[in-house]
């Protein structure tokens, strides 16, 4: 009896030291909120929307070794999942979300509007723009209650197509007209996140742009070798620096109630990973698994070319010359789900989703205070912060 009585007060003692530790606790699957996920942006996102959308009905992306890994070629970059398929599977989403543009795709648990090539300014091919992806949100609203939108998931993962067109296109662009194209590029980023709020979205995340140089297929175009192109780099950093600041003005905004986000450092997940390949174990980070070229960054999937496949994706951080491998993209996913502030801030999406909606954030995105910062005992000192 006595021994019962000292297990039991072990057990509860256990108990409130683990509830102050952890005052949010969710594990995928058990007691996840039952909310939607909406993914917009480019062919990182692309859960088959490029293919429903282009006249070429048979891409490369939908044949081997294109999802290799599951031997299942389904019109996604890389040889298995993506990002938004481990993000749905930690949300109990089962199937992970469909492509918009498929017809009588059940919607219930949300739809990416991400597809292939698509930039925020501009008309791509084949493609859309994020507004665009909007404006489709828009036109489906109707499927989900004001209430289910406002506590779903927004993710947000474009802007490579926008800097690495504009290079291409203006090599020799100066400084100064460098800064204008990031500033144009984030002001209409912002308004489209704006139009999503209007329609009732509030919950977002956002993912950082990655190091671009540091892509095979830009080693390759521009010859940088074993080095990373830091124009392109440059640029990303500069796009990144904007969105924290602007995501706090939005959760501060007094026409925005209970505007909420996570901006994943997305960049600086990647740099990693290229710069201290080895620790994070993958064996190769400067050029990809299949493809050809000096980077092995082009054609990956081409039926006419024979291009060279590695023996094991798992060893590579890229899959193709600007994707990465389904092993790198579960590690960004498990990151974007349930990493501490060094990487996602304020609060990571396992939190975001159960953070109460309608509420006004306590902490706010910090610049460059990341390993320095810690969660203050008293969050009072927050009250009012502004950045
Ligand atoms: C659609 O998905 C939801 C949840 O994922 C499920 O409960 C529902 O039965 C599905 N509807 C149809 C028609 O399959
Ligand atoms: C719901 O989404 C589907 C796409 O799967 C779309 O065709 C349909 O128009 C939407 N319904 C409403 C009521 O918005
Ligand atoms: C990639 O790095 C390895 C060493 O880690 C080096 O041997 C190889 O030449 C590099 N590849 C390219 C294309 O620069």
New binding site residues.
């Given amino acids: 009896m006595a021994d019962n009585c000292n297990f039991v007060s072990i057990l509860g003692v256990l108990l409130i030291l683990t509830m102050f530790d952890n005052p949010i606790i969710v594990y995928a699957g058990e007691g996840v909120p039952n909310v939607a996920l909406f993914t917009f942006g480019d062919s990182y996102y692309d859960v088959g929307n490029k293919v429903l959308l282009s006249k070429d009905k048979n891409p490369a992306q939908t044949k081997w070794p294109y999802g290799k890994s599951r031997d299942d070629p389904n019109g996604k970059f890389s040889d298995g999942h993506i990002v938004p398929d481990f993000i749905a599977d930690f949300m109990s989403i089962p199937n992970g979300v469909?492509p918009?543009l498929?017809?009588?795709?059940?919607?219930t648990r949300g739809?990416s509007y991400a597809v292939t090539d698509a930039s925020i300014l501009g008309s791509p091919a084949e493609s859309m723009t994020l507004s665009q992806q909007v404006t489709t949100f828009e036109?489906?609203?109707?499927?989900w209650t004001t209430g289910y939108i406002k506590k779903s998931l927004f993710m947000i993962y474009i802007g490579t197509e926008d800097y690495l067109n504009y290079i291409q296109k203006h090599p020799d662009a100066d400084a100064t007209k460098q800064q204008a194209f990031v500033t144009s590029v984030t002001s209409q980023l912002k308004t489209d996140i704006r139009s999503l709020t209007n329609l009732g979205a509030r919950k977002f995340v956002v993912q950082l742009l990655a190091p671009l140089g540091c892509l095979p297929i830009v080693r390759q175009d521009y010859k940088t070798g074993n080095d990373c192109y830091e124009l392109l780099n440059d640029l990303a950093k500069q796009h990144n620096e904007k969105i924290g600041p602007m995501l706090n003005d939005f959760a501060n905004s007094p026409d925005i109630d209970g505007f909420q986000f996570a901006v994943f450092d997305f960049y600086d997940a990647i740099l990693r990973r290229t710069q201290r390949n080895l620790n994070y174990r993958f064996y190769v980070s400067n050029s990809s698994c299949c493809g050809v070229g000096t980077h092995n960054a082009y054609d990956c999937g081409k039926g006419n070319v024979h291009s060279k496949l590695c023996d094991y994706q798992r060893a590579y951080l890229f899959f193709d010359g600007r994707h990465n491998s389904e092993k790198a993209q579960e590690e960004i996913a498990h990151l974007l789900y349930s990493a501490n502030l060094n990487v996602i801030q304020p609060m990571n999406i396992r939190e975001l989703i159960v953070y109460p909606t309608g509420e006004k954030m306590r902490e706010f995105w910090e610049p460059n205070t990341f390993s320095a910062r810690r969660r203050l005992p008293s969050q009072d000192s927050y009250a009012g912060y502004s950045a």
Avoid at 139 to 143: E, I
Wanted: overall charge positive; hydrophobic content about 35%.
């Fill in positions: 469909p918009a498929k017809p009588d795709a059940n919607v739809v036109s489906m609203k109707s499927n």
